[in-house]
C-alpha cells in the first residue's frame, strides 16, 4: 500500500535553532517528492521538488534531502524564524498512472520567541 | 500574478442547500484538482480535471460534482451538503499535462472553509 508517513507530528523549537522534519514513503515506483508549507488556514506553498536522481536541494534556509534507496526524505530548516511556524506537508508522486499523488498528514512547527 | 482563486473563503450552509464552490487560475494551467483536508488526514482528492470536458474520480468523490467547461474555471459542487462535508477545501492546478508525476509544480488556492449544519 503507497503511504507517506511524516515525523513528528508537532515540533516547538527556539527562534534561531535549526531543525529536521523527517518524511518516509512506500509509494513505488517513485517520481518525485514535494515538500509543501502550509500557513495555518492558508493553501499549501510549493518549498522543493525532487526527483530520483537528486539527493539535495535547497530553497533558502529549507534544505530537503531524499534517499530513494531508504525511500527516506527530510527538510532541515536553518536559523528558524517565527514565520516558519506552519504544517509542513510532504507529498510523493507515483511514477505510473495520471493522478497518483499521496500526502502525508505534516508536521506542525511551532517557533517561539 | 499567478494565482489560483477559490470562492467563498468561508461559508456556513444547512444540510441539503445546494452550493457551488468556484475555483479559477489564471496561469493557462490545463490541469485542475479539488482536495478537501480534515483534522489529522492528509489532503484527500475529490475531483481532478486533465483538461477542458476531462474530470475523474479521485478518492473521495461521494456527494461532489465537478465541470470543466472552460479551461480557466473548476467549479466544485454540492448538490445536497451534509455535515460530514464540513471541511476545508483546495482547489489546485498545475502546467502542462499536469501530471503530478512529472514534477511540474502545483499550485494552491488559499482554502474554503465549509460548514454544514
Known amino acids: 500500500k503507497n503511504q507517506v508517513e511524516q515525523s513528528p507530528q508537532s515540533l516547538i523549537i527556539l527562534e534561531g535553532k535549526n531543525c529536521t522534519l523527517q518524511?518516509?514513503?512506500?509509494?513505488?515506483?517513485?517520481?518525485?517528492l514535494r515538500w509543501y508549507k502550509q500557513d495555518t488556514g492558508r493553501g499549501p506553498v510549493s518549498l522543493t521538488i525532487m526527483t530520483f536522481s537528486e539527493n539535495t536541494k535547497s530553497n533558502g534556509r529549507y534544505t530537503a534531502t531524499l534517499d530513494a534507496d531508504t525511500k527516506q526524505s527530510s527538510l532541515h530548516i536553518t536559523a528558524s524564524q517565527l514565520s516558519d511556524s506552519a504544517s509542513y506537508i510532504c507529498?510523493?508522486?507515483?511514477?505510473?498512472?495520471?493522478?497518483?499523488?499521496?500526502f502525508g498528514t505534516g508536521t506542525r512547527l511551532t517557533v517561539i520567541p | 500574478e499567478a494565482q489560483v482563486t477559490q470562492n467563498p473563503r468561508y461559508l456556513i450552509t444547512v444540510t441539503g442547500k445546494k452550493l457551488t464552490v468556484t475555483c479559477s487560475q489564471n496561469m493557462n494551467h490545463e490541469y485542475m484538482s479539488w482536495y478537501r483536508q480534515d483534522p489529522g488526514l492528509g489532503l484527500r482528492q475529490i475531483y481532478y480535471?486533465?483538461?477542458?470536458?476531462?474530470?475523474d474520480k479521485g478518492d473521495v468523490p461521494e456527494g461532489y460534482k465537478v465541470s470543466r467547461k472552460e479551461k480557466r474555471n473548476f467549479p466544485l459542487i454540492l448538490e445536497s451538503p451534509s455535515p460530514n462535508q464540513t471541511s476545508l477545501y483546495f482547489c489546485a492546478s498545475s502546467p502542462g499535462q499536469g501530471l503530478p508525476g512529472s514534477g511540474n509544480t502545483i499550485y494552491f488556492g488559499e482554502g474554503s472553509w465549509l460548514t454544514v449544519v
Open positions: 507529498v510523493v508522486s507515483e511514477k505510473t498512472g495520471a493522478n497518483n499523488l499521496f
Open positions: 518524511c518516509n514513503y512506500t509509494v513505488s515506483p517513485f517520481s518525485n
Open positions: 480535471s486533465m483538461n477542458v470536458e476531462v474530470t
